[in-house]
């Protein structure tokens, strides 16, 4: 598919984004509203923009289609941040932003160039102390243990693969995870409102003015092409906007209730979709067109397109059976806006695919294996490298196998697990688990290749065995001998019981030393910035966790400062 063939209301556009209108003469035209800075979806990345314009004495205008927030509020709230910040300081970690270039470069490739990468890395105890200047806490409670997330009471862990041998022999460990430091119960939804609050707060004592529950449904520009502003459709303030927030929240907590994948699942997402739908029928009746002008640029941060299925089916069908991971507000809408005045995008078939085998320890002590029978990953990496290689190299297809002793263990560390980590192994080895006393059996379950299968358990225990490393990299240490009986359990991007969060990484493409979006022949668009996961950006080759909120902040940050340095 070519760009230059993608335009609005084309039968693969996706989107209600419409086409660009031309303002003949901006300076006369009577518009609604106006400001240096009009940013496009107040998440991670346009908080930051908002609050880096504002800093260089920018006025700015934020539009969002809910109260603001986006995945970066929903998400679990870690910051990937290193080289010496002062959490890291505080726990005695020892870190530079040459050890951090050297673990990341092996994760981030060539998504982006060199220079960018190592600025995000000498800028990344700026970005966390800013952060702090801002209102957001952290905690150097240190977790040192491998895990996927930390327990309660740490705040400052691995997120990533620092501790795998294989990228330890490039740069030396350091915890980079800073989660958000937060009162009261713990809770693994949401908890990334402790660093988008106090952000937002920030900018509205600032001077930032937001247009909550409103959408933009294109972009203006002049007769040289130059964006200049949107045309927004905003729900008026009163009743009706009061009514129309509680539809919104109602729909889309009933909708989280269960994974979609989950069984009784679909009874909830249609309550969810009545309470949505009423949304809707309030916003056709009562939103007003208005036209905002951006005496500067726009910044388009309105996350990417997860939830957009047509969008995942056209652009990266390995993940569409995988679950939607963020908010239903990602359904691409600023990429598309982009692409609207010819912003060209890259990597839009990368999405990150979460399956986590840690905690429990004793999963990740098992092994894995595809359809063929073979082993393919170190199961000890992080969950988006496991997740990665089993949707882009097998198919989607992946199998647990452990030994009794290894699921016996499984069940009591998941019971000391936090509630969402504890009730999803829980619901595996419940519903998912299959027990067979031979080989053959076991991979008759799934139809697995028997003569591969029983080479991958011997090779397995061997290594076991040995005091060395598998042919994976995995310490046998971190291995333990499976023999008779076996369990087995799906966790296959399409496992009903087993659901594999997904979230996209592609987006519009900027110029990396000012956040410009470039254009289908390699110009940049005037007036016309993206940050956060609309565009391309250090996390848009494979996730780590907290490295989307990281890069939000990093890019968002880079256009306020640049259109602050513009005369």
Not at 107 to 123: A, H, I, P, S
Not at 396 to 407: D, M, N, P, T, V
Request: hydrophobic content about 35%; aromatic content about 10%; some cysteine.
């Amino acid at each position: 598919m070519l760009e230059t063939e993608l335009i609005p209301n084309s039968k693969i556009w996706h989107s209600g984004v419409e086409s660009p209108e031309i303002i003949e003469n901006p300076s006369v035209y009577k518009w609604s509203d106006e400001a240096d800075l009009i940013v496009i979806g107040l998440g991670g990345a346009g908080v930051s923009a908002a609050n880096e314009a504002l800093d260089n004495n920018l006025s700015v205008i934020a539009i969002d289609k809910t109260t603001g927030g986006g995945s970066t509020a929903r998400s679990g709230g870690v910051f990937y941040a290193g080289g010496g910040t002062p959490i890291q300081k505080d726990a005695n970690i020892k870190d530079s932003p040459d050890n951090m270039y050297r673990y990341l470069k092996q994760e981030v490739g060539n998504v982006v160039k060199d220079e960018t990468l190592r600025q995000f890395c000498d800028t990344s105890p700026a970005n966390t102390q800013w952060l702090m200047d801002n209102g957001v806490k952290f905690n150097s409670s240190y977790y040192q243990t491998k895990t996927s997330y930390p327990d309660a009471g740490y705040y400052l862990y691995h997120s990533d693969n620092s501790l795998v041998p294989k990228y330890m022999e490039t740069a030396e460990p350091a915890a980079r995870g800073h989660r958000g430091w937060e009162e009261g119960p713990f809770k693994p939804i949401g908890v990334g409102g402790t660093i988008y609050y106090p952000l937002k707060k920030s900018a509205l004592s600032k001077g930032l003015r937001m247009y909550s529950q409103s959408e933009v449904k294109s972009l203006l520009i002049n007769t040289q092409g130059d964006v200049i502003g949107c045309k927004v459709m905003v729900m008026p303030s009163g009743t009706v906007s009061v009514k129309h927030k509680k539809l919104i929240r109602r729909g889309e907590l009933f909708q989280m209730i269960l994974p979609p994948s989950y069984p009784g699942s679909s009874f909830f997402q249609k309550i969810g979709q009545r309470f949505i739908n009423k949304a809707q029928k309030l916003e056709k009746k009562y939103r007003q067109a208005k036209y905002f002008r951006a005496k500067k640029g726009v910044c388009i941060s309105a996350g990417g397109f997860i939830f957009n299925r047509a969008m995942v089916e056209e652009y990266a069908p390995k993940y569409s059976k995988g679950m939607p991971l963020g908010t239903s507000q990602d359904n691409g809408s600023g990429i598309r806006l982009g692409q609207s005045v010819g912003g060209r995008t890259k990597h839009m078939d990368r999405v990150t695919a979460w399956r986590f085998l840690n905690p429990p320890m004793s999963f990740a002590k098992g092994m894995v294996v595809n359809k063929d029978g073979k082993r393919f990953c170190n199961e000890m990496v992080y969950g988006a490298t496991l997740g990665d290689e089993m949707c882009e190299n097998n198919d989607g297809k992946a199998y647990l196998i452990l030994s009794e002793e290894l699921f016996k263990s499984s069940k009591l560390e998941a019971a000391k697990s936090l509630p969402f980590q504890r009730d999803a192994a829980k619901m595996l080895m419940t519903f998912n688990a299959v027990k067979r006393k031979n080989i053959d059996d076991l991979a008759k379950v799934y139809g697995i290749n028997e003569d591969n299968l029983k080479e991958s358990i011997q090779q397995y225990n061997e290594s076991a065995i040995n005091d060395d490393y598998c042919s994976l990299g995995k310490a046998s240490k971190d291995m333990k001998k499976i023999d008779a009986p076996y369990y087995i359990m799906d966790i296959s991007i399409d496992s009903r019981l087993s659901p594999l969060p997904t979230l996209t990484l592609g987006g519009l493409e900027v110029d990396e030393t000012t956040g410009n979006v470039i254009n289908t022949q390699g110009k940049t668009i005037k007036g016309l910035f993206a940050a956060g996961r609309s565009a391309v950006g250090v996390c848009s080759n494979i996730y780590v966790s907290g490295l989307s909120i990281a890069d939000c902040v990093f890019s968002g940050r880079r256009v306020g400062k640049y259109l602050g340095e513009i005369i």
